[in-house]
């Protein structure tokens, strides 16, 4: 079975400092790992994805995330946070198989980003 | 190219009716998935169609139901509706050719209140 730990369910950041938000897996074998934001009354908005190659992937609206196989940790990070990052992000993992039970994405319990002026 | 299309987006019942909800996906996606996402469990999959065809369906009980029809559009369908159902349910499509991995994108949500 996979899974996903989102360490904190929130995180404040002043507005211009550096942020991480943490998420680590358990999937067997090699993960596909992503990144989505939820907005108020809103759906999932993709940020970025992991499948293989360079350890630091970067996505949408200056967010990157750095994967670290050893620690099987896939933290988001962002150099300089806006008041409008301010949200919910969830971390999602997909086992890097075909076949039945490879077509879900799991998510973590998800991390509420406040960043404050 | 528009995205994912779900309705409606807010829906209330009462307990015990049956409701229906539809998904379009992003024009040429043939993979539709199936989320419900509550407060206590977080984000939960319930089912992934290809093609017509249920591929993958997560631990629900058997009154949660889904399709897909030939133009890849979907509906789940919850029947004997129990408190427990209140959720935001979030449809995501993607590409899903063979041999790839395609990213996930997910519709608005349909909001559905059971009283």
């Known amino acids: 079975a996979q899974s996903v730990a989102q360490p904190e369910d929130q995180v404040n950041v002043a507005e211009g400092n550096p942020l991480t938000v943490k998420c680590t897996y358990s999937v067997s074998g090699n993960p596909y790992l992503f990144w989505y934001v939820q907005y108020p009354n809103r759906g999932l908005q993709f940020l970025l994805k992991?499948?293989?190659?360079?350890?630091l992937v970067k996505g949408s609206y200056g967010f990157e995330a750095e994967f670290n196989k050893s620690q099987t940790s896939f933290h988001l990070k962002k150099p300089s946070a806006l008041v409008s990052d301010s949200a919910l992000y969830f971390c999602?993992?997909?086992?890097?198989?075909?076949?039945?039970?490879?077509?879900?994405?799991?998510f973590g319990k998800g991390t509420k980003l406040s960043v404050i002026p | 190219k528009a995205g994912v299309t779900q309705t409606p987006r807010y829906l209330i019942k009462t307990r015990g009716q049956q409701v229906t909800l539809s998904c379009s996906p992003i024009s040429g996606h043939r993979s539709v998935s199936w989320y419900q996402q509550t407060p206590g469990q977080g984000l939960q999959f319930l089912f992934e169609y290809f093609s017509e065809t249920q591929r993958n369906k997560g631990n629900f009980p058997g009154r949660f139901s889904g399709r897909q029809f030939s133009n890849s559009r979907s509906e789940m369908n919850v029947s004997t509706l129990e408190l427990g159902d209140s959720a935001l349910y979030l449809c995501a499509s993607s590409l899903e050719t063979s041999g790839s991995l395609d990213t996930q994108y997910f519709g608005p949500g349909t909001r559905l209140t059971v009283l």
């Open positions: 992991y499948i293989t190659g360079d350890n």
């Open positions: 999602a993992v997909r086992a890097a198989y075909s076949g039945a039970g490879s077509y879900q994405l799991t």
